[in-house]
């Protein structure tokens, strides 16, 4: 939590150094808690309050139907009924499940929603230092496999095909739930606005000053610096994943949440993945895949997704990016 916090402090003091001196609008800023994670929102305008509130309530709606931790939540019944019979759920669950599978289906499986099992047996951040063993792992990979899960549109019902299979929507809902949020600022006719979901950025036009946003990609090991800045001239959206984000260590070997859903065990080649896009693309959805990816396959990957960047920071604290990114990134 220490960590999520210091993200988003670091993001919001590369604001305010990085904007310039011009006057600009007072913003309308809300902070609060959900998905495990601190949600702050910058909006400007005279209804700003009114969207952001029910901007804020969506995100916790989906959060309502997703957390695989709480009983009665869709994904838990989902998971409850596994191998005996469907369930019906609301759309937003079956669309993000189809995007899940999409990324899925074009990242190589990369990211992978059935991968359940696997994060309830190392449950980091809930088991100390435990460490499951190679048998352990090996056990429930046949459990994941994101292809299995059955979807019948029509009826509105999600059901996973063999006992033991559990759905975790951890690397989906809070992209989806950020979406929401940034479609609900516009609807209100909010044209000028700062999302930041732990480190997922939407962005709605410039700053009030007609300035570009930029933003600030955290140093993995170091929360109080920055790595790299992004000026979001061509974009809209900013998403990062990093094994620092909720990890422990155990005899000198980090172990984080992600995990790569073939082999049950966490990647070791890089730090941290920042993916640039924009939000008309529909290219949301990506960054836990390229982590697991790594640089040399994520490069070549991406390039099915247009008008998407990606910044690598390696274990070697190397920068790796994509091509597209020019002058908008600033190493530090």
Not at 101 to 109: C, E, I, Q, S
Not at 127 to 156: Q, R
Request: glycine share 6%.
């Amino acid at each position: 939590m220490r960590k999520k916090i210091a993200l988003i402090m670091i993001i919001s003091l590369s604001l305010v150094l990085l904007s310039g001196c011009k006057k600009e609008a007072k913003p309308y800023v809300t902070t609060q808690f959900a998905m495990d994670t601190v949600i702050e929102i910058t909006a400007y305008g005279d209804n700003a309050k009114i969207a952001t509130d029910q901007a804020l309530a969506e995100f916790k709606r989906i959060e309502s139907l997703t957390n695989q931790f709480a009983k009665n939540s869709q994904i838990s019944q989902i998971n409850q009924a596994a191998g005996e019979y469907p369930v019906v759920v609301d759309k937003d669950v079956i669309e993000m499940i189809k995007t899940a599978n999409d990324r899925a289906k074009k990242l190589d499986g990369a990211l992978d929603i059935t991968i359940g099992p696997l994060t309830k047996l190392w449950s980091v951040g809930k088991k100390g230092d435990f460490v499951p063993s190679d048998e352990e792992i090996a056990e429930l990979l046949d459990l994941v496999d994101y292809k299995l899960i059955i979807i019948d549109e029509n009826e509105s019902t999600v059901y996973l095909p063999k006992k033991g299979m559990r759905l975790d929507l951890g690397a989906v809902a809070k992209e989806y739930g950020t979406l929401k949020i940034c479609n609900i600022l516009k609807q209100n006719n909010i044209t000028s606005a700062l999302i930041n979901a732990g480190g997922n950025i939407r962005t709605i036009g410039t700053r009030p000053d007609g300035t570009p946003w930029r933003i600030g990609i955290q140093d993995p090991r170091n929360p109080d610096k920055i790595a790299a800045i992004i000026t979001l001239t061509n974009w809209n959206m900013l998403e990062t994943s990093g094994d620092y984000q909720r990890f422990f260590e155990k005899d000198g070997i980090r172990y984080s949440h992600i995990l790569n859903p073939k082999t049950g065990k966490q990647p070791n080649e890089v730090m941290s993945v920042t993916v640039i896009s924009n939000s008309e693309n529909n290219n949301y959805m990506l960054a836990t895949s390229l982590f697991v990816l790594g640089p040399e396959k994520g490069k070549e990957l991406i390039k099915q997704f247009p008008d998407t960047e990606a910044v690598w920071i390696t274990s070697n604290k190397d920068i790796i990016t994509t091509d597209g990114l020019g002058n908008e990134l600033t190493q530090k």
